[in-house]
């Protein structure tokens, strides 16, 4: 019944999600294990306000799920690559500069440093290993700080403390959030500023090289939303492939947006393309969609994770099956002069004649118990039928303001005061606090399969 229905739409020329029902929670086999991270992990610096080291006097737990991979497998041991993201930070007022006012975001650790990892799993469960920062050419790290504005990877974020007292910003900064081995010593990286493609040589933590929308990356990428770059990074036969996490925003004209760009790029040729990804219709805003992360089984397949909160209220976790076999290359590729992304319906991008990547839904990861927003990591070990999955715990912090909900109706300065739209000076304090301890646990879980992956693909 699923062939025939996958035969029809593709007579149909339809190149969609098909309907099939994913695998239940009786079909399958679930490893939970909580990540044991030693203390000397913690993130912890002189730079931290005392009122922040009050709020957590061993240092904030270490994150690692923004990424995952596999690294080794042999005599009964699992090690994985993990990676963490831009650092501690926390949701915070608007900034104003004189007349201006932007987005900020507060850093409670500004000299922070993003960094790689691995994870060592056995039948005593998983442990983290190893840390190793990303650094520029010269070694010295890099921060997770934003990129100024005006320049190629700008969020238009003020990065603050937590006293809402400005920071600088870093033009080599980065935000990872997806990570893969390449298999000669080096890792690819993808990042959400940019967004960028990083390689990173595996010892030493040193990026090699950075693509960027127009340096080597199709210009198109910087229309991507603020902290929704890259999610996903993958590698297959010496090409890369990075997932755009939500639709593109252009010039405020694309809210009805139905896909996500999937861009291939070759390391050898330094060619690129680029497909479309459809969404699920299950959002109140297109925007709404966030991918989670991307994996290559070869011969143009992929699993990838989409997730976030539906209209109905109900948060989804879902891996979903992608096949580029057939599908359309979006590069140079405009509708009456007007980028795709402005064709509001699947329909309409296939009467233009584009064909959207295919895509089946084989797992929804809370019909097995996963609790947690963010599941950002995915990889799949050796026999092809076990999944390990893993989620990040945004450093185990929130941001508070007494009852405040929306922080763009508040507006802070450099009087460290923080008001109202109408200039009103607040009592309530800006903090960073402790998540509850079940929010800031790293889990890894191995999730079997009944069959091999490859043989879902019947679609």
């Excluded at 993201?85 to 004189?98: A, E, I, T, Y």
């Excluded at 005006?150 to 003020?158: C, H, K, Y």
């Excluded at 036969?237 to 755009?244: D, E, I, S």
């Excluded at 507006?411 to 960073?432: C, F, H, N, P, T």
Aim: with cysteine; aromatic share 6%; charged share 25%.
């Amino acid at each position: 019944m699923k062939l025939h229905r996958a035969l029809l739409a593709l007579s149909l020329g339809y190149a969609s999600t098909l309907s099939a029902a994913p695998l239940t929670a009786e079909e399958v086999t679930v490893r939970r294990l909580q990540v044991q991270v030693p203390s000397t992990f913690a993130v912890k610096s002189d730079a931290m306000s005392a009122e922040v080291k009050a709020a957590f006097p061993g240092g904030f737990p270490q994150s690692l799920g923004s990424g995952l991979a596999l690294k080794v497998a042999k005599a009964g041991k699992l090690q994985f690559w993990v990676l963490n993201d831009r650092g501690p930070n926390g949701d915070s007022p608007l900034w104003q500069d004189g007349t201006q006012r932007m987005s900020s975001k507060v850093f409670p650790v500004p000299d922070f440093a993003p960094a790689f990892g691995v994870v060592e799993v056995s039948e005593e469960g998983a442990r983290l290993l190893e840390m190793q920062p990303l650094r520029d050419a010269q070694g010295k790290a890099l921060s997770g700080r934003p990129l100024p504005p005006g320049s190629v990877g700008s969020s238009l974020e003020m990065p603050l403390t937590d006293r809402l007292q400005a920071l600088s910003y870093d033009a080599q900064g980065v935000d990872p959030e997806g990570i893969v081995d390449a298999g000669d010593g080096t890792l690819w990286l993808c990042d959400e500023y940019g967004p960028f493609l990083l390689q990173v040589e595996a010892k030493t933590g040193r990026v090699l090289q950075r693509l960027a929308p127009g340096s080597g990356l199709p210009d198109i990428l910087r229309y991507r939303r603020p902290n929704r770059g890259f999610e996903g990074v993958a590698f297959d036969h010496g090409k890369v492939y990075g997932l755009v996490q939500s639709t593109l925003d252009i010039e405020g004209k694309t809210e009805d947006a139905t896909f996500v760009r999937l861009v291939e790029y070759d390391a050898r040729s330094k060619q690129t393309r680029n497909f479309a990804v459809p969404i699920e219709p299950v959002y109140k805003k297109n925007r709404d969609a966030k991918m989670g992360d991307l994996l290559a089984l070869g011969q143009g397949r992929f699993l990838m994770v989409e997730q976030g909160k539906g209209a109905d209220g109900v948060m989804r976790n879902s891996v979903f099956l992608l096949d580029l076999n057939g599908a359309s290359d979006l590069q140079q590729r405009t509708v009456e002069g007007k980028p795709l992304e402005s064709i509001n319906s699947r329909q309409g991008l296939l009467s233009q004649g584009i064909q959207l990547v295919r895509k089946e839904k084989l797992l929804e990861m809370r019909d097995l118990g996963w609790m947690e927003e963010k599941l950002e990591g995915i990889t799949l070990l050796p026999d092809r039928q076990t999944l390990a999955v893993a989620n990040d715990n945004d450093f185990g912090l929130k941001a508070s303001l007494g009852k405040q909900k929306d922080w763009e109706k508040v507006v802070a300065d450099s009087s460290g005061q923080v008001k109202d739209l109408s200039g009103k000076v607040l009592e309530e304090r800006y903090k960073i606090e402790a998540q509850a301890a079940s929010d800031s646990r790293s889990r890894l879980w191995l999730v079997k399969l009944p069959k091999k992956v490859d043989q879902y693909f019947g679609f």
